[in-house]
């Protein structure tokens, strides 16, 4: 079992910058692919960014340029750097693992079903 923890939203106006982070137990934090998902009021959750166990880095298209993931093996922590928020990327976001494939390609990373692990999710609102 994986316990993912999300921290660091809030509120921020737009242009701003927040920065998410996702605290990980259970299991070695270094074999696990991460992933980035969010989920606006009435929306389905879609994803944001993934990193794979071997520093492997995908975005979707609308943050590409504006967020940075990355993570710190040592203190079992992704975390999502993301600037130049707009209003748009209000939502909830959430942090989520894999069982730790070896083999984790963008095609695989960007669907929900392929994660077996959730944090609760923390609240990032962006102001115009």
């Known amino acids: 079992q994986v316990q993912l923890v999300e921290s660091g939203g809030g509120l921020v106006q737009t242009g701003g910058s927040l920065r998410v982070s996702c605290s990980a137990s259970?299991?070695?934090?270094?074999?696990?692919?991460i992933g980035w998902f969010r989920q606006a009021p009435g929306k389905e959750r879609e994803f944001v960014a993934a990193i794979t166990w071997s520093g492997y880095v995908y975005y979707e298209d609308s943050v590409k340029g504006r967020f940075t993931i990355s993570r710190d093996n040592a203190k079992n922590m992704a975390n999502l750097q993301m600037n130049s928020l707009k209003p748009e990327d209000t939502a909830v976001y959430y942090c989520a693992a894999d069982g730790g494939s070896r083999l984790f390609l963008r095609t695989i990373a960007v669907l929900t079903t392929s994660y077996d692990y959730w944090g609760q999710g923390t609240q990032v609102t962006v102001s115009s």
């Open positions: 259970g299991r070695t934090f270094s074999t696990l692919n």
